[in-house]
Each structure stands twice: as structure tokens, then as C-alpha cells.
């Protein structure tokens, strides 16, 4: 069955670094995500993109933060300068489509820690 | 801002036994998601709601949208070991949004 997949599966950086989160989206779909979960909170929703741009974003996602669709298979979340309070675990999922019928596939996560 | 509350937020049941999870939204539901998510690890699908009223089941997990209530239940018949984790009610922020958000989560513990 396919999978999103994310890579590396824990991130440890000091602030002020700058880090890249890999992901690699089921093959046909269109729709990508990012979404972070901080210890103990709520799945927050960062960032969608659709057609090499962003959709939309949440107010989390300010200019520190860029998103990427460099080849045909990789999206990537780029963090310029980490601070602290962006240790969290970090999701990226696909769908088909953005109709409600499409649900969203969550890869497993890359765990964030910044020093 | 929409919010999805759950409740309860944890529960421990002893094997076999049935339980019931809600989740309550602020505002109108433009369909529901419901996950699984074991600690530390990603968010594995479990059914998707669109209609009021509708009912879907998947094994002994049974989940139901009531749009008027702006809620939905998520029932687990003779509970396992194997059920326990968190689970979370997600959707759409408003219609046509690509946002989702999320409830607060429902941590299961099932004792053997």
C-alpha cells in the first residue's frame, strides 16, 4: 500500500540553525501538507500546497518557515532560523484531491529538537 | 476560529468492554475525519463522515456524524489491547479550506 514517507525520523539542531524536513508524497496525489504536533498539544495545521504554490497557511507558518517541491517526488519544510519553542513533531501528508471525500495521509513524522 | 472539543480526554477500559468517544465542533461540519495516533508516531486513518447522519463502521470501530449537533461518536465494541492510543477528530476548517484542525484528542488505554 502506498505511504507517505518522511525523513530523517528525529531532528536534534541548536538554535539559530537552519533545518530541512523531508517529505516524500503517495506518487498521484496532488495536495500536500505540513502540520506540527507539540508535545502534549494539539495536530496543528502549518501550510498546504497545491500546483508548486502555497494554498493557504496558518499564522504559525511566518517567514522563518518555506516550503518546497524541489523534484517530482520530494516537499520539504525548510525552518531558516530554529528557535526553541519550534521543537514539535512535524507531519507532512498528501490527498488526492482537496474534495471531502479525499482523506489526508499523514507520513509517521520527523521529531524535531532544538537546543 | 472553529474548535473540535473531545471528550473524554482519557479513558481505561478493561478488554472486551465498549466504549463511546465524542467529538463536538463550535461550528458547522463540513464532514469529519476520525485518526489513530499512537504516541510519538503519525496519524492512521480511520473513516471519513460526510453526510448528517451518516454511520460507517471498520472492524468493531463504529463512528457517526449527527451535523445538527455538530458532533460525532466514535464507538468501540469489545475493545482490545490493540485498540489502545489517541484518538483524534479532525476537519475542515470551513468548506472548500485545505486547513484542517483538530480536536484535543482522546487518549485509550485498554487493560488486558
Known amino acids: 500500500e502506498p505511504e507517505v514517507t518522511q525523513t530523517p525520523s528525529h531532528q536534534v539542531t541548536q538554535m539559530g540553525q537552519e533545518v530541512i524536513l523531508r517529505c516524500v508524497p503517495i506518487?498521484?496525489?496532488?495536495?500536500f501538507y505540513w502540520y506540527r504536533q507539540i508535545l502534549g498539544q494539539k495536530v496543528e495545521f502549518l501550510v498546504s500546497?497545491?500546483?508548486?504554490?502555497?494554498?493557504?497557511k496558518s499564522e504559525i507558518f511566518d517567514d522563518q518557515f518555506s516550503v518546497e517541491r524541489p523534484d517530482g517526488s520530494n516537499f520539504t519544510l525548510k525552518i531558516r532560523s530554529t528557535k526553541l519553542e519550534d521543537s514539535a513533531m512535524y507531519f507532512c501528508a498528501s490527498s488526492e484531491a482537496l474534495r471531502l471525500a479525499y482523506e489526508q495521509y499523514f507520513g509517521p513524522g520527523t521529531r524535531l529538537t532544538v537546543t | 476560529s472553529q474548535e473540535l472539543e473531545q471528550s473524554p480526554q482519557s479513558l481505561i477500559v478493561q478488554e472486551g468492554k465498549n466504549l463511546t468517544i465524542n467529538c463536538t465542533s463550535s461550528k458547522t461540519l463540513y464532514g469529519l475525519y476520525w485518526y489513530k495516533q499512537k504516541y510519538g508516531e503519525g496519524l492512521i486513518f480511520l473513516m471519513m463522515?460526510?453526510?448528517?447522519?451518516e454511520e460507517k463502521s471498520h472492524e468493531k470501530i463504529t463512528a457517526k456524524l449527527d451535523e445538527k449537533k455538530q458532533q460525532s461518536s466514535l464507538h468501540i465494541t469489545a475493545s482490545q489491547p490493540s485498540h489502545a492510543g489517541i484518538y483524534l477528530c479532525?476537519?475542515?476548517?470551513?468548506?472548500?479550506?485545505?486547513?484542517?484542525?483538530f480536536g484535543t484528542g482522546t487518549r485509550l488505554k485498554v487493560l488486558a
Open positions: 506518487s498521484n496525489h496532488l495536495y
Open positions: 463522515l460526510q453526510k448528517g447522519g
Open positions: 479532525g476537519a475542515r476548517h470551513t468548506s472548500g479550506t485545505y486547513k484542517y484542525i
Open positions: 500546497f497545491y500546483n508548486n504554490e502555497i494554498s493557504e
